[in-house]
């Protein structure tokens, strides 16, 4: 069993991990679904099928899901097992540290319905795993691709191209790669230590694995008491002194029961006869109100809107290329998030919208109230109408899917003309890319004048008609700021 269950487990963190690395977008459509099985970002987006799929599948056979499901779970069996290269019969048997294991569930449940984004994203297992692919792996793997794109055209093939690798999110690599020192060292020196005292997805899975049909039961019988099962044990959960289990912050690894010599350690809903195995006594304490206090809780998180916050994008930021990023009053999201408030009260900042995005619109935002959140910006491209990519692969309901035809009428800002940027006027000749590259055709050049038909032309904006997608702010050769910029809709409407 335990086998199977490392065979399933790399080949689900390895097919998560391709989704954040393929810039192409062709795995998306065919194993896309599996960002949309991650626990959290299913119970944001009401997926009511995957949400009742995992927990019955908790109680059948635990807490599998940690073990073969969950990217981030999976890593830190990754860095525990070579944690046991360097000294076997490692871990301990721990009390359950139940005070700290509420708080983060009602910390992460309360910043859920205050809109409290930021909370919400760091403590998101998928989402954490998310950010370190995307931030981390994904420039290294385009990297290779365009060294591989080097040699095809030296051998006169296109079987590679090469991509442009730059920094979406410098906040998202800090954290990107805090999460992965600081995990990466409890996981190779103690083990489990993340998802059963901090990780609010393990904790509610915890309380229905308590009742799960399948669970690893010892025979005291059979038992020597040699500790073997609680030395190998990385979720603490095994006391060998009094032969019980706290089936709460077991993820069914079923490590102890491969080192088990004498076979008293089964996976069965048999109890044995001599003994019957019970809940670590620590977990069986909890009171009653505080166990309906957190079921409450968490439904409330599940289905309880959020509010979105008013934010201001800061203009001061780097130059990504020979443009920089205007001084915009409102932030633009992207067609299929239908508002501002309902991309914050549903996005846990996964990245893999970011990363999907194949014209570089998309990039983490670097506001508190939004923080590592996507927003659109179009320095580096614009929001083509036939790409409805991160709609397709956003597992939180943060971008509803929408089809082509939709996104050409969302409107999701309006697009500003800057009197003192524009280059007719400024340099005194003509200009018109904004008009001949507009999609809708929501900008015509009329003279600046209006009773001198030779006057330079300047563009004017139907706003009723701009679908905000960015095609003239990024195509507009002035610089350093275009001379027509996007205003982003505190709400999407369609035109």
Known sequence: MKTIR???????????????????????????????IQFLPALLALNVFVIVGLVLL???????????????????????????????????????KNVLRYVMLAVMAVAIIAGVGVVVALLAPYSAYGRIAQSMLAPVWQWVNNLLASWAEAHESYAFYSVDIWLRGGIVLIVAAATLVILGFLAWRNGRTYCNTVCPVGTVLGFISRFSLLKPVIDTSKCNGCGLCARNCKAACINSKEHTIDYSRCVTCFDCIDKCHRGAISYTRRRPAVEPVTVNSAAENVDGSRRNFLTVTATIAAT?????????????????????????????????????????????????????CPNGVLRPSTELDSLMQPESSYERGYCRPECTRCSDVCPAGAIEPITVADKSSVQIGHAVWIKDNCIPLTDGVACGNCARHC??????????????????????????RCIGCGACENLCPSRPFSAIYVEGHERHRYI
Request: hydrophobic share 40%; aromatic share 6%.
């Open 439 to 464: 999609p809708v055709g929501a900008i015509t050049m009329v003279a600046s004048v209006a009773d001198d038909e030779t006057s330079p032309k300047i563009p004017v904006v139907n706003t009723e």
């Open 304 to 356: 309880a809107a959020v509010h979105a916050q008013e934010k201001t994008v800061d203009g001061g930021l780097a130059a990504i290329t020979d443009k920089k990023i205007p001084s915009r009053k409102t932030r633009i999201v992207p067609p299929g998030a239908k508002s501002i408030k309902n991309l914050t009260s549903h996005c846990t900042a996964c990245q893999l919208c970011v990363s999907a």
């Open 58 to 96: 908790t109680l059948i056979f635990g807490r599998l899901y940690c073990s073969v499901i969950c990217p981030l779970g999976i890593m830190q069996d990754g860095f525990g097992w070579l944690g046991k290269k360097s000294r076997k019969n490692r871990y301990s048997y721990s009390a359950p």
């Open 6 to 36: 490392q065979i399933v487990a790399i080949i689900s963190i390895l097919t998560v991990t391709v989704l954040f690395l393929d810039f192409t977008g062709v795995t998306q459509a065919y194993i896309g679904w599996i960002a949309k």
